[in-house]
């Protein structure tokens, strides 16, 4: 897996969603303030799906598989509709960092795999264990 990866516009803090690129080409993302918790692992077809999705600003549902939904005033979740149980929590500021880092394409599936050596992304790849 190549290393995690923030939004530049988290501009150092240490809350932030983080994304990592999979040795399979699946995405794993974790919540950088609980990194020891349970990780988020989204295959490459849902990736792709959910940043088609934010980029279009569609609010509320992302990416059919991946969902990133507002559950408090200040509060968002994210999971994944194929019921693995693993559920991040983010505030507004992370979500916006995150956000913004889609729009700039930081994290593209070739941005995320950059110096990566030997990693292939292969389309349909299957869900990693990590």
């Not at 995690?4 to 993302?29: H, I, Y």
């Not at 559920?87 to 916006?96: K, M, T, Y």
Request: proline share 4%.
């Amino acid at each position: 897996m190549t290393g995690w990866r923030k939004a530049s516009s988290c501009n150092g803090a240490t809350a932030c969603v983080e994304v990592a690129l999979l040795p399979d080409g699946g995405v794993a993302v974790r919540d950088s303030k609980n990194p020891d918790r349970p990780v988020l692992v989204v295959p490459v077809g849902a990736w792709w799906s959910f940043l088609a999705a934010a980029k279009t600003g569609q609010v509320g549902s992302y990416g059919g598989l991946v969902q990133l939904r507002r559950v408090a005033l200040d509060s968002w979740a994210m999971w994944l509709t194929s019921g693995d149980g693993v559920r991040l929590q983010f505030d507004e500021g992370e979500i916006a960092a995150f956000l913004d880092g889609i729009h700039r394409h930081e994290f593209d599936l070739a941005s995320l795999g950059a110096g990566a050596e030997g990693l292939s992304v292969a389309p349909g790849s299957t869900l990693a264990a990590l």
